[in-house]
T-cell receptor, first 109, second 114 residues
Framework: GQNIDQPTEMTATEGAIVQINCTYQ??????LFWFQQHAGEAPTFLSY??LDGLEEKGRFSSFLSRSKGYSYLLLKELQMKDSASYLC??????????WGAGTKLIIKP | NAGVTQTPKFRILKIGQSMTLQCAQD?????MYWYRQDPGMGLKLIYY???????DKGEVPNGYNVSRSTTEDFPLRLELAAPSQTSVYFC?????????????FGEGSRLTVL
């Protein structure tokens, strides 16, 4: 089957670090995306992982383990503007993404 | 560049009415996609296109139709609107397929069917 799981909601403190996990089962898995979505807005691209390991982009990093069907998004030095939903999406084909329901991240001062 | 532009942003339809959601991109992307997003659920692919004149069904195509007469435009047609089609619709594009690791979204069209 094809499935993606991620926590529904997480809470963190401004300035702290948070890790959002995503597990997937995707036939013919090729790669995994992370998107950020603020309430009432469109998803915006954060990262794309194909190979195992950690990719760092400023305050955001994304990790992939193909053998474990596991990814995480790491957000450092949290800011209030990071309050949003974070969407994990995997794909095997070149056109079909399997989307998680999203993790709502709440940042507290 | 405007990126991906969707119109209208909001619309209320009565049951049985028809309408077209417009999507245009100015990045000369070959791949275009239509998704719907329902509260608490992941995005679902309705239709996609790999180039002008080529379209194909996604996961949830029933009740919808698309066309791709030009590279730029990918309209989504709703025939005989039903309450189950109340959702937020997103159009997206990429130069190649998902293997290129890019996907650009429009701002979304919020549709309510009463």
């Amino acid at each position: 089957g094809q499935n993606i799981d991620q926590p529904t909601e997480m809470t963190a403190t401004e300035g702290a670090i948070v890790q959002i996990n995503c597990t997937y089962q995707t036939s013919g898995f090729y790669g995994l995306f992370w998107f950020q979505q603020h309430a009432g807005e469109a998803p915006t691209f954060l990262s794309y992982n194909v190979l195992d390991g950690l990719e760092e982009k400023g305050r955001f990093s994304s990790f992939l383990s193909r053998s474990k069907g596991y990814s995480y998004l790491l957000l450092k030095e949290l800011q209030m503007k990071d309050s949003a939903s974070y969407l994990c999406a995997s794909h095997g084909s070149n056109y079909q993404l399997i989307w998680g329901a999203g993790t709502k991240l709440i940042i507290k001062p | 560049n405007a990126g991906v532009t969707q119109t209208p942003k909001f619309r209320i339809l009565k049951i049985g009415q028809s309408m077209t959601l417009q999507c245009a991109q100015d990045m000369n992307h070959n791949y275009m996609y239509w998704y719907r997003q329902d509260p608490g659920m992941g995005l679902k692919l309705i239709y996609y296109s790999v180039g002008a004149g080529i379209t194909d069904k996604g996961e949830v195509p029933n009740g919808y139709n698309v066309s791709r007469s030009t590279t730029e435009d990918f309209p989504l047609r709703l025939e005989l609107a039903a309450p189950s089609q109340t959702s937020v619709y997103f159009c997206a594009s990429s130069e190649g397929g998902l293997n290129t690791g890019e996907l650009f979204f429009g701002e979304g069209s919020r549709l309510t069917v009463l």
